[in-house]
C-alpha cells in the first residue's frame, strides 16, 4: 500500500474516531473536518436504511429512516504518478 494511501487512511480513521455517536454528525461536518486536515475537500456520501419494527402488543408497524454508513472519497497520487481515488466506508450502528 502506498505510503500516501496509509497516512491518509490513518488521518481519515482518527477524525471519525474523534466522535462518539457518528448518527449525531452531518456531511457538512466531515467535509469541514478533513479539508483541514487533508488540504482538500474529500466526497461524503451518507447511507441511509429504512426498517421496519412491528409492535406485537398492538400489531402497529413503526417505519425507521436510520443512517446505515459513511463512504468519504480522497484523492492521492499512486505510485504510478497518476491521481488515484480512495473511498473508505464507516458502518453505523
Known sequence: MNEIVQLRTQQIN???SS???LNDIDVDQIEEGLSLILKEKPAVDFEYGVDYVLNESTGDEERKHELKKIHIL???I???GNTKI???SYIVG
Open 14 to 16: 482518527d477524525f471519525i
Open 74 to 76: 480522497y484523492s492521492y
Open 78 to 80: 499512486g505510485d504510478d
Open 19 to 21: 466522535f462518539e455517536n
Open 86 to 88: 480512495g473511498k473508505m
